[in-house]
Nanobody, 116 residues
Framework: QVRLVESGGGLVQAGGSLRLSCAAS????????MNWYRQAPGKQRELVAG???????NYADSVKGRFTISRDNGKNTVYLQMNSLKSEDTAVYYC??????????WGQGTQVTVSS
């Protein structure tokens, strides 16, 4: 069983920064790609950023240059550093890990609210 636990969300003013963390535990040996998704009210869940076990990253165009995804394989933790936050970044942020055998695994989500 895979368990993903997010932390670090909160309320921040526009232009501010937050750092999200996702701690993974359980049967994670086959999870090589970790992602951050977000879902704003009334909108579909969207991919924000992803990182492979080798450190290759990808980002949504809307966050390029502002967000940075990283991982500490020794701690089984993935981070999302979010800078220059905008009101449109307000959403619930979810950690995701994909296992080729068991499929997608999700955390419970953490709320990020950016006030303008």
């Amino acid at each position: 069983q895979v368990r993903l636990v997010e932390s670090g969300g909160g309320l921040v003013q526009a232009g501010g920064s937050l750092r999200l963390s996702c701690a993974a535990s359980g049967s994670i040996s086959r999870i090589h790609v970790m992602n951050w998704y977000r879902q704003a009210p009334g909108k579909q869940r969207e991919l924000v950023a992803g990182i492979t076990s080798g450190g290759t990253t990808n980002y949504a165009d809307s966050v390029k240059g502002r967000f940075t995804i990283s991982r500490d394989n020794g701690k089984n933790t993935v981070y999302l550093q979010m800078n220059s936050l905008k009101s449109e970044d307000t959403a619930v942020y979810y950690c995701n890990g994909y296992d080729a055998v068991t499929g997608n695994h999700w955390g419970q989500g953490t709320q990020v609210t950016v006030s303008s």
